[in-house]
């Protein structure tokens, strides 16, 4: 029984709600036999793996009878599934306020009760007015609304003073647009990280050329989805201080959801900047702080072990150890549970690195089997850096290690391309770098080096090789 649909809807409910549905299975006056399973079911929930849980034994409850029939007991499961469907929706359906309103209109007109129809319109037009958030969604309600009042036979009589077309064509725009460029940004995003091929969205570059000489005032979102993407596509990157001005100035129209999804896409631009110019690696850590100082962060649960990695990353860079210990102490709890133990061990390595403690660090990464290509790409490049920092006695394990790291690349097959050439070419300067090391200060060419390094167009932690190739100098 418990690996059936009915259990694994019934899992996702909390106690109140398995609670309440009982409740809403009397109202409802289902077959007496619905009852006595839920009834069954009640007395072992929430424990739904309890042994006890099997259709035999459940069988026996309901028919007091000890000779098993398999399909009569699926009778009342499929009966119950059936309902808590409908109990499920109900429980959405009271989450979401638009869409009330919008079945209590459609009722109201389907059925003439005209004044009552427009009256509901003027006042959900009334109360979208009235709210201070600007996001895509109020934009549809308001499609929604003005489509509704348009396709009324009885407008002309009850809303003159309304011109539903132009608005109803307005505010599609405003909500198609301002979703086309959101999605556009996520693909930009995508195709940086995963070995997808992304499709460019179609009529895209007819709508960026339009905004390019007309920026729609009435959705904020619209300018500031609009210049990351200008920014991205055409690596064009003195957009930042204006970008952030105006997500911070708009922010109390946004949703926690757009703020979150802006502070993203502000931490990847800021990201792209502290390659070329360390004095943004402070602002960087910057922007890290407000997310979890307002919360932002913590608006998709779990805490993102991506954000809290990068955070971490980003303090150890600045060398704030102390708030680093603090942070993974008050954070690390809300970590996603399958890939909490992965994050604590790699950023205890890497807090271990950054103090000089190669040894230790080496020895956290050794401690825990790591979920994921992206973990295991960090881990295995903490490791050669570790490797490198322990000088000419772990020189052959730097070599062996490296040459299992780039087998792993050219095996993995998930892995972005970009991402892939970015790391093989940081393997090759690393060994290249340990080559030079061997000679004598007389013999390095350090100046060939730094050529290599800057004519070399993708290259994981260029700034870190940098660092080390001005060292043995």
Known sequence: MQKSKLFDYLISLTRKEFLDLGKYLQAQNPNKNVIKLYEYIKKYHPNLDHKKL??????????KSKNYDR???????SELYQELEQYVIKLQLEKEEGLQNLLHRKYLGDRKVDKHFFNQARKHLKTLEESTNKDNDYFYQQYLINKQIYAHPNTRKWAKDIDSFNNLTNHLDLFYIGNKLKYACENINRSSIIAEEQKEPFVLEEILNQLAQDLPAENPLIPIYYYFIVAFKNGDFTYYHPLKELILENRDSFTFQEQYNFLILLINYCQTLC??????????????QYGIETRIFFTEKPFSDGLFNHTIHTACVLKKYDWVENFIKEYSNLLPEIRKDAALNYNQALLAYHRKQYKEALL??????????????LAKCMTLFCYYELGNDAALSLYDFAKNFRSFLRREKNIAEPIKKANLNFISFVNLLTEERHKSKKNRVINKLTQKLEATPRIAYKRWLSDKIQELS
């Open 54 to 63: 099997s259709k035999e034994l459940a069988y026996q409850s309901i028919f």
């Open 364 to 377: 956290r990464l050794q401690e825990v089997t790591f979920p994921n290509v992206t973990y295991k790409i």
């Open 275 to 288: 390659s070329s110019d360390s004095s943004y690696i402070e602002e960087l850590f910057q922007l890290y």
């Open 71 to 77: 399909k009569k007991i699926l009778v009342p499961m």
